[in-house]
């Protein structure tokens, strides 16, 4: 499943809506609780980052593991020191997020989204069964 979003904090809300949807239809209800947070944060932390603009939400389950990944337009900062800064306020921003996935037995991470012109950040979450 993947869908575009717009940059804004209700898109949250369609994104646990829509997440909860796909893996009921799918048979993946076990997924539902810590996925639904997930997209969740994500979405609401990057709506945050980068107001008005387009957030696209992918959702994929692959060998008993269910990936979530959003990728915002938040425009890269040619300055380290600010870049750094960036990442460092996008990371205290996703705590909850980060507690979700450890206690899931997950991983999250943050990376620049490649390739061009997808231009922004990506954000994304791996859940085991």
Do not use: N
């Not at 990057?46 to 060998?63: E, F, I, K, N």
């Not at 909850?96 to 990376?111: A, S």
């Amino acid at each position: 499943m993947s869908l575009t979003l717009r940059g804004e904090v209700r898109s949250a809300g369609i994104a646990r809506t829509a997440v909860t949807s796909a893996l009921r239809a799918h048979a993946l209800d076990p997924f539902v609780p810590p996925a639904v947070q997930a997209a969740s944060e994500m979405v609401a932390v990057t709506a945050r980052l980068a107001p008005g603009a387009d957030l696209y939400l992918s959702l994929r389950h692959r060998d008993d593991h269910l990936r979530l990944v959003v990728w915002d337009q938040h425009p890269r900062h040619a300055d380290p020191v600010a870049l750094s800064l960036c990442e460092a306020r996008r990371r205290r921003a996703l705590w909850l997020l980060g507690v979700v996935v450890d206690d899931w037995g997950g991983g999250w991470g943050l990376c620049e989204a490649t390739p061009q012109p997808e231009r922004g950040c990506k954000c994304w979450v791996v859940l085991p069964r």
